[in-house]
Structure formats: C-alpha cells, structure tokens
C-alpha cells in the first residue's frame, strides 16, 4: 500500500476538476486545495527524513506502478485541458470566477504538467522523454526542455545559471531574470549541440526549431476548435504555469552558491546547493520533487529512490507555502536570509 501513496499527487487534479466544474467561489478549488489544505496537512503529518535502505532502493527503482503513476498525468492532464477550455467556450464567467479558473489551471499544469515533465524528462527511453515534451506543451515551455537538462544542472548555483535566484533577488524580479535567461540559454545550447553533430541550424533535428513550430500550432488548433477568446485563456493559463515554475526554481536554490576550485572550474554539485523540504504530503503531491538536493546530486535517480541529506539545507515550511512566502519579499527575506551559509553570502574573491 505504501507505493500508491503517490497517488495522492492526483489531489491537485480532482480539486482542478471541481473548479473547472463549478461556479462562485468554488472556481478557486484547487487554489484553495493547494495553498491551503496541502500546507496544512505538511504541518499536521510533519516530516520524514528517512531514506530507503539500499535493498528496498533497489526494490522499488524497477516496480512499474511508480512510472505508470506519471503516464497517467499525459491523459488527465489534456482531459481536464478539454474540460476547461470546452467551458470557457460554452459558459459565461464573472471576471472573479475567470481569474479562479486561471490559477486553478495553472496550478495543475505546473504541477501535473511541468513537474511530471521535468521528471520524465531525466528518463533515458525516447517514450519517457516524448511524454515530457507532451507535457510541456499546454505550459508553451517547451524550451526548458532543452535549458533544464543541458544548462540548469551543468551551471546550477553559479551567477551563469538564470534558473538560480541571487541572495536578496526578489521573486518578481527573478521572474523576469529566469525566464529570459533560460530562453536565450535554450537556444545557445541547441546551437552547440547542433555545431558538435555537424549539423545545421536548419536541422530536422533543431529541436528549439520544432517546439517554435509545435506550440503554435497547438494554439491555432485551439482557435480552430474554440474561438480566440478560448485561445486567449489558453496564453494566459501556459503563463501562469511556467510562472508557477519559476516560484518553485527561486525556492529551490535561492542564495545558494558553488564555489570555484583553484583550476578555475566550478566545485561538482553538491547536496547542499539545492533546499530541500521533507514534509511528507508536499513529497507526494509533487512527486518528491521537494528532494532536491538528490535530485541535482544525481539527477538521473527516479523520484521514488530519493534520499534526503544532512548536509542540505532545509526550508522551514513544505514547497505550497514557501512560494507564499515567495509572493511577500520582506517576509521572505526576513525567514530565508539567516538560513543561506553565511560562506555563500560573502563568498570569497575566486567564487
């Protein structure tokens, strides 16, 4: 029974159904659901800090129910997508309930969508990496693609990275930092990855060429289906998706730093270059993803094997709440400043 407490992670879409379901108030479901009973259900069960011990590790690395829990995600997630935008075409909404709707889809494709995708998108079989893209399709993120696995885990927590929030960088500020930064980093990528098969900017095999083909498309194929006010809801909620994402990168690795060695290069990742949170309904929802450090430790490692670390560096409140507290910089400032290593603070002249 222990391994389908993942499925809890289809909470998010249940309370996402209510609201694209619903009227008044209730378009806030998931929103609710998410900032409100998932925070405060990580302070009533609390935290768990125990790892696998290497036999159940290896047990549950191959068990075919935790990868079929993510697959899932593919079919909900467009399901619920067809859900909404069907609504939005057929119903009248008061301008508070359309904002209600937008946040409630926004909140299930970061999570359902991106956060599997990011997931999958670490897998080596090309099916597992095709549904990854899938997934960030609706978001209009597919760039990230690209940036996250090639760019993001080679620079994290260095001033090249602009997925790493700076000590004292506000999250509107690292909004805008982030997601143009990781654009422009997508599309430098591609073309070296393009220059070392000897290949051309023309390439079938540009992906960056392909996602600029694709996403559109899936827009005109909206308009096509709806109308463009449906289109237009549609923008807007991918928006809000790759926003929320940008909330989770800025706690992840807020004021965090590697440092460079005497050969000049970086020092390899290390545990305590991610924040990690262990507050057990925030591991589940989001597929542990909240077991960072790990995960940047060893990146290819599935997301039910992962550990947690003494050495890193631990957030006081589970992921829903700590971007909250994101949303308020003062308040922010003043719970995570005398938490970042005072060393990454004032790093020394060679870092």
Known sequence: MKDLKYLFAYTIPASAYISFTSTGIWTYSAVFFAFIIIPLL????????????????????????????????VP?????????????????????????LVLS??????????????????????????????????????????EHNFGHH?????????????????????????VTRQYISAWRIQ??????????????KNDILWYHLIQPIYLILIYSLFSFKVMLFAIIIGV??????????????????????????????????????????????????TRHSDHHYKSTKKYQVLNSYEQSPTLPLGYPASILMSLIPPLWFWVMNPRVPKAMKFPPENA
């Open 240 to 289: 809000v998706a790759f926003l929320f994402l940008e909330c989770i990168n800025y706690i992840e690795h807020y004021g965090l730093q590697r440092f460079k060695t005497e050969s000049g290069r970086y020092e390899r990742v290390q545990p305590h270059h991610s924040w990690n949170s262990n507050f057990n309904i925030g591991r589940i929802t989001l597929y542990e993803l």
């Open 191 to 204: 073309r070296k990855l393009l220059k070392s098969q000897g290949l051309s900017f023309l390439s079938p």
């Open 105 to 146: 889809s926004g909140i299930l494709l970061a999570t359902n969508g991106i956060n599997v995708a990011h997931e999958l998108g670490h897998r080596h079989p090309y099916f597992e990496r095709f549904l990854s893209k899938i997934l960030y399709l609706p978001c209009l993120y597919m760039h990230f693609y690209i």
């Open 76 to 100: 909900i997630v467009f399901g619920l997508l067809y859900v909404i935008l069907s609504n939005i075409q057929s119903q009248h909404y008061e301008t508070y309930e359309l904002v209600g």
């Open 42 to 73: 990580d302070v009533l069960t609390g935290e768990t800090k125990d790892n696998l011990s290497d036999e159940d590790a290896s047990y549950k690395k191959s068990k075919w129910i935790f990868d079929l829990m993510l697959y899932l995600n």
């Open 154 to 178: 080679l620079k994290v927590a260095t001033p090249e990275d602009g997925a790493t929030a700076r000590y004292s960088q506000t999250l509107y500020s690292f909004w805008f930092t982030s």
